[in-house]
């Protein structure tokens, strides 16, 4: 939500303190040491739940062959598994707090954990090689290659008397030290600064460093200086790259202010940068704290997952995909079984294939090309907060602020990585819904399922229900609704019509990977900032010959999403000029989505559609492709209100009957999926047995039935079941019920 909040935190609360070590372990936060007051330094640890924001003194056990850590602050303190490692700090030899006598330290400390809450105990480890020199405000990060399963501490910078650039290395597993050689130009000596792994690279930013331009400092308390230089070192080759040089300028405020004693944390592929301190004039004899947050996108997003249908109609889907942690919006493209006439005469709208970094206050989406040269030294660019606004046709959601003005001009970044600054504001994310499959042949329309935020969930263990709500947008391949002992939580996708006549009919699933899909190229899109609040750029996909396939397969844009749902009833036709392209060039035109004329869809028409994630570094690679069928006029719609009542030996299933019934309803069934040797050899096909029909909206699935049940693990592990109603005509679309399950005590079902 990008919204901050103030927990109300119970128990041993410690008092504040300022250069601590910290560490997260799952839940539970570990703090030891710091700066109580100026003189006095604490080597106390406290532990924080934060599931119940519950704090707790800890007391480690001494270690056997020496003493505790004695108090100080500057100190680095790393997690990996269930030890923390200690290094260096700055401790006060005087007794007197008023009468500081600064001691750089460099003793080394391993703390061991207890699984879940408290610890073990603090063990001084014998180490082989040179200790790395004291120090404090340095950094310690653990990395530990995949292929190569033995993890390694690094040690970068830090303070004593002068600042520090030297790397050293840590061997975890024979406790070994080394001075690790490296190339390329090494970061000029720094202290509170941060540094982070993501994937195999070390990002440095920040910090104290020297006033000259060439590092040089005669005297240990020369002229220094905060900066905003940025860096990483690839901790596979060990090679240091310039990403923000130190001299460079930033007129426009378009990256982070140089700053020192800031936070950073990485999440997933994404760097945060929080605070810091501006640095001290001693004319002045001040400085400023920064409360600016930023983001650095590290590399292009994961692929959602499939496409998931909520509801279809005659002419429209409700979609969702799981949703992607820290991404900016998500192009959806679909595919049409029936030809789709190109259109002629409309000009394209050239944009910069590199992309568009940008403020939350208002995100410029922006796709850079699908590979990327390597740039040892790319430029790094951010729009000013609440200037910009996501731009977009009537359909597509990306702004984040209603307010932000407009500003035409576009910011082109480095393609490797994007810097944004975010403004924190109350938004209410939508809960990803798990991947699901779906028939490939048979209308599909269904309900879906109402929830707060996308997600329902209820706490009572007995009666569990799901109630249909048209305004939750999902694609997925089947309606489901994820339903547990202990909450539900919706999963809503329409099937094709669970069109099952006898026990052992198959419903056949369609989950065709990108990699099947190769007669035609991925395109490049991207959302382009304009003047109106329904307009937005995006490359259109490009080309290739006409494949070897029995029909020529074209992927149209239906919009580019901030959310992970869509409501799709029409979709972008592309000038036929840009149908013709073969190849992607260079610099190509892009179609301007104002310019595009839109096409509806047709009822009882098969859609394909594919999904991909958008971030500062572009578009990532696109989901496995759902296939779904509009609805046919005149057959009934899924039913709705879904209801599962657990009982010792049986479960009670009931349901209403569908909002749109067409007619009278002559039956419904009811269908369990149920193992079989065909599921073995394909997952994604599941076979149903019927095991009601008939005229009440209500069955009993007997302990029996329950015992054959096949468990789903597509998602989260559930017992899958569906249910469709007829009518003159015939079987309509049935909704799809998974039922969550315990799996340690899902066995005996």
């Known amino acids: 939500t990008n919204q901050w909040f103030l927990p109300a935190v119970r128990g041993d609360i410690p008092p504040g303190c300022a250069a601590h070590g910290f560490v997260c372990d799952g839940t539970r936060i570990l703090v030891f040491g710091g700066m109580v007051e100026y003189g006095r330094y604490s080597n106390d640890l406290y532990e924080l739940q934060a599931s119940r924001w519950l704090w707790k003194k800890v007391k480690p056990q001494a270690p056997s062959n020496g003493s505790p ?86 040690i970068f910078g830090g303070m004593c008397g002068c600042r520090l650039n030297d790397l050293w290395e840590l061997d975890i597993e024979t406790m070994t030290w080394s001075r690790p050689e490296t190339k390329g130009t090494v970061p000029l000596p720094r202290s509170l600064h941060t540094a982070n792994v993501i994937g195999n690279k070390m990002y440095v930013f920040g910090g104290w460093v020297p006033q000259s331009a060439g590092g040089e400092i005669s005297a240990p308390d020369g002229e220094w200086k905060c900066t905003g230089s940025f860096s990483y070192l690839n901790l596979d080759t060990t090679e240091w790259i310039g990403l923000i040089s130190d001299c460079q300028e930033d007129k426009s405020n378009l990256l982070p202010g140089p700053r020192a004693g800031h936070c950073a944390v990485a999440v997933g592929t994404r760097l945060y940068i929080w605070s810091g301190r501006d640095g001290y004039r001693k004319a002045w004899n001040n400085q400023v704290c920064c409360k600016d947050l930023w983001y650095l996108d590290t590399e292009r997003p994961l692929a959602p997952s499939q496409v998931q249908l909520i509801r279809a109609t005659t002419n429209s889907f409700q979609l969702k995909w799981d949703e992607v942690p820290t991404v900016e919006g998500y192009l959806l493209q679909l595919h049409a079984d029936s030809p789709v006439p190109p259109v002629a005469g409309i000009r394209g709208t050239g944009v910069p294939e590199t992309p568009v970094l940008s403020s939350q206050g208002g995100c410029s989406l922006h796709q850079s090309p699908q590979s990327l040269p390597s740039v040892p030294y790319p430029e790094m660019k951010v729009d000013h907060p609440s200037q910009t606004n996501n731009l977009i046709p009537n359909n597509v959601q990306v702004s984040l602020s209603s307010n932000s003005k407009v500003e035409g001009k576009e910011k082109v970044a480095a393609p490797e990585n994007k810097v944004t600054q975010e403004a924190m504001k109350n938004h209410a994310d939508a809960t990803g819904f798990k991947e699901s499959n779906a028939p490939s042949h048979l209308p599909v329309c269904t309900s ?165 994630a958008i971030n500062g570094c572009g578009v990532g690679p696109f989901s496995k492709i759902s296939e779904f069928k509009t609805c046919i006029p005149g057959f009934p719609g899924a039913p709705s209100t879904v209801k599962i009542t657990k009982s010792v030996d049986c479960i009670h299933l009931s349901w209403e009957p569908p909002a749109s019934p067409s007619g009278n309803i002559l039956e419904y069934s009811a269908y369990l999926a149920i193992r079989s040797t065909q599921l073995q050899e394909n997952p994604s096909q599941l076979v149903f047995m019927r095991i009601y029909c008939g005229l009440k909206t209500s069955c009993i699935v007997t302990a029996a039935q329950l015992s054959n049940a096949h468990v789903d693990y597509t998602s989260r592990p559930a017992i899958v079941f569906r249910i469709s109603a007829k009518n003159e005509r015939g079987y309509g679309p049935a909704t799809q019920v998974r039922w969550l399950q315990d799996m340690k005590t899902s066995g005996s079902k």
């Open 69 to 154: 850590p004695c108090p100080r602050l500057g100190h680095s303190f790393s997690l990996y598994g269930n030890k923390c490692y200690l290094f260096g700090g700055l401790a006060n030899e005087s007794e007197d707090s008023n009468n500081n006598v600064p001691r750089y330290l460099n003793d080394f400390y391993e703390l061991e954990l207890q699984h879940g809450s408290g610890v073990v105990g603090w063990s001084i480890p014998v180490t082989k090689g040179i200790l790395p020199s004291p120090r404090e405000s340095h950094t310690a990060i653990v990395y530990c290659r995949k292929d190569v399963g033995s993890p390694k501490m690094y």
């Open 448 to 612: 879906s399922a109402q929830t707060s935020a996308n997600v329902g969930e209820l706490h009572d263990l007995d009666k569990q229900t799901v109630n249909p709500d048209a305004s939750v947008s999902s694609t997925v391949s089947s309606s489901q609704t994820m339903v547990t002992q202990q909450a539900v939580k919706t999963e809503s996708s329409s099937t094709n019509g669970a069109v099952v006549k006898d026990e052992t009919s198959l419903t056949t699933f369609n989950s065709k990977s990108e990699a099947a899909e190769t007669a035609y190229v991925m395109p490049s899109t991207r959302a382009n900032t304009g003047q109106t609040n329904d307009s937005h750029s995006s490359r259109a996909p490009q080309r290739p010959p006409a494949p070897v396939k029995t029909r020529d397969r074209r992927w149209y844009d239906v919009g580019i999403f901030k959310n992970n749902s869509a409501v799709v009833s029409q979709f972008y036709l592309l000038p036929e000029e840009t149908l013709n392209i073969n190849s992607k060039t260079e610099g190509a035109d892009v179609p301007d989505y104002r310019l595009l004329k839109k096409q509806d869809l047709f009822p009882g028409t098969v859609y394909r559609f594919r999904v991909a």
